[in-house]
């Protein structure tokens, strides 16, 4: 049976499956206390599964604000290729912010899962967490 999972708008209003997350920081702030300061430790666990090295390019699809994006940038260095794609404008605008601030290069990109403005082979790695529950089902 699909599943669907619904988060809670700004005034308590349910959205619908597949809609969109507008408000960046009580994301931030929803996901802080779901991995309960283990966050860190998964992002690790996530580019260590990924057997990410200098050099190579890596995709985070649904980065969100960017947390698990400038982890994968940090593990292929200044000679490799991270970028982050969110269909919210306000995810991707909060995650430019956040890079800015880490001095840490990503290319990120506004754009829908289903339409990801890059080439088929383009990524040595391409990851997604905290995401799947947002495509509406086909």
Avoid: N, Y
């Amino acid at each position: 049976m699909p599943h669907s999972h619904h988060h809670p708008a700004p005034g308590g209003a349910a959205q619908e499956p597949g809609a969109l997350i507008h408000w960046p920081h009580r994301c931030d702030l929803l996901v802080t206390v779901l991995f309960a300061g283990r966050g860190p430790r998964v992002r690790t666990t996530i580019a260590d599964a990924l057997g990410l090295v200098p050099g190579q390019q890596v995709l985070d699809v649904g980065c969100g604000t960017q947390t698990l994006a400038v982890a994968l940038a940090k593990r292929v260095g200044p000679s490799g290729w991270a970028a982050g794609v969110d269909a919210s404008p306000e995810m991707i605008a909060a995650a430019k912010v956040k890079a800015v601030r880490a001095k840490i290069d990503v290319h990120f990109e506004v754009a829908a899962a289903q339409q990801l403005p890059f080439a088929d082979t383009m990524f040595d790695a391409v990851t997604t967490s905290l995401t799947i529950h947002h495509v509406p089902e086909c």
